[in-house]
């Protein structure tokens, strides 16, 4: 566990980029481009778990980005959240956009206030880690939508009701086996969830197995709430707090871009969205076979 005094050096001393070691500095300018230099885009595993939601991604997770994103979880750079959060509040943003003339969403979001629920980390990682990663990342993700003028808050309503399995050497059904229905809503979190638009956020996507069993946990009390019946959807689960790391495996599968949603409804008539940091880097491809 991080101790106080590696917090303290890490705001003091000089440092170097933690994506790419230059010198001097916790997040050099080429790194910063990298995280967060182009528009955000939509991704979508193949295959694709049922109840996904939209999902925009800030960056591809590779070269330096992922180096970034492994600094600031693994090995406690916390000074890099306030910059992943604003990534993460660019893939919020896309998510929430009506979608704009040749299929680009415009720069302005829809209006109303912002609820990011991020996917939680398991216990045991949390006290390894020393911290939440992905929590971290939402208030500071959060914090930058209201410096741009988007009312948002986070509601850290999920929680794992279950034990699960190491998912490190699974496959994409293996892990949608393994983590069915390990997720839910704190006692009192429908009430937190109401009156916003819901975005389900988390670092990344490999098989979009976490963002989907999130989403159904959401959905299983947010539509319940709003009209007294539970919709029924083949599990979905959990993907990234069973692994030990993240880059422990890559996943095999194709990803398309642009695909149709499965629209499912959400609280207010609306459509539940996620927002990761970075996805594999087939996933920003235009064109596919």
Same mark, same amino acid.
């Given at each position: ?8 050096? !890490?705001?003091? #001393? ?10 001097? $500095?916790? *997040? ?12 955000? /885009? ?9 109840? *996904?939601?939209?999902?925009? &991604?800030? =960056? ?21 959240? +306030? ?31 912002? #609820? ?6 398991? /216990? ?7 911290? !939440? ?18 009312? &948002? ?17 699974? !496959? ?7 983590? =069915? ?5 704190? $006692?009192?979190? @429908? ?11 988390? !670092? *990344?996507? $490999? $098989?979009? &197995?976490? #963002? ?23 599990? =979905? ?10 880059? @422990? ?9 642009? +695909? ?18 970075? =996805? ?10």
């Amino acid at each position: 566990m991080r101790g106080w005094w590696q917090d303290l050096t !890490d705001l003091v #001393l000089p440092a170097e980029c933690a994506g790419c070691g230059a010198p001097r $500095t916790d *997040l050099c300018p080429r790194c910063r481009t990298a995280l967060g230099g182009t528009a955000p /885009r939509r991704v979508r595993p193949e295959p694709e778990p049922p109840g *996904l939601p939209v999902v925009h &991604a800030a =960056a591809a997770y590779a070269g330096e980005v992922r180096a970034l994103l492994l600094a600031h979880k693994e090995r406690g750079a916390l000074a890099l959240a +306030a910059a992943l959060g604003a990534a993460l509040a660019g893939a919020v943003r896309a998510g929430l956009s009506p979608v704009g003339r040749g299929g680009l969403p415009p720069t302005r979001p829809a209006s109303g206030t912002v #609820l990011l629920v991020p996917v939680p980390s398991a /216990r045991w990682a949390v006290r390894a880690r020393g911290h !939440d990663p992905v929590r971290r990342m939402a208030l500071a993700a959060a914090a930058e939508l209201r410096r741009t003028g988007t009312p &948002a808050r986070v509601a850290a309503v999920l929680r794992q009701r279950r034990a699960v399995a190491d998912q490190a050497a699974l !496959d994409a059904r293996q892990r949608l086996a393994n983590l =069915a229905g390990a997720l839910e809503v704190r $006692t009192g979190g @429908a009430r937190l969830l109401a009156g916003g638009h819901v975005v389900v956020v988390d !670092d *990344l996507i $490999t $098989t979009g &197995a976490s #963002l989907a069993e999130a989403a159904r946990a959401v959905r299983e009390v947010t539509v319940s709430r709003r009209d007294g019946r539970t919709p029924v959807y083949e599990a =979905a689960t959990r993907e990234g707090r069973g692994e030990r790391r993240i880059e @422990a495996r890559q996943e095999r599968g194709k990803w398309v871009h642009g +695909a149709p949603e499965k629209a499912v409804p959400n609280i207010k008539g609306e459509t539940l969205r996620a927002a990761v940091v970075a =996805a594999p880097r087939d996933s920003f491809a235009i064109n596919r076979n």
